[in-house]
């Protein structure tokens, strides 16, 4: 997952909270397979930051049912014996 482009999409009309987001494309930094509230998370570095609240943010940390992945990163090559 680290390294893997995402697209945030958020979660539907009626419950979004960070509409400023949507469309925004970035990559992981930091995957979590279970958070404290039991789902998968991701902190993402986005290519251009999003203006939120009068400010630019270049990373987020969002739970991964808000994005669609654009493209995985390769896995790493074997370590060798």
Request: proline content about 10%.
């Amino acid at each position: 997952m680290l390294g893997a482009i995402l697209k945030y999409v958020g979660l539907g009309s009626e419950r979004e909270r960070y509409p400023q987001f949507i469309g925004a494309i970035g990559y992981v930094t930091h995957y979590t397979q279970r958070a404290i509230d039991g789902t998968e998370h991701v902190a993402v570095t986005w290519f251009k930051p999003v203006k939120y609240r009068q400010t630019s943010v270049r990373g987020s940390h969002f739970s991964l049912d808000r994005f669609v992945v654009l493209s995985q990163a390769p896995d790493p090559p074997p370590t060798p014996p």
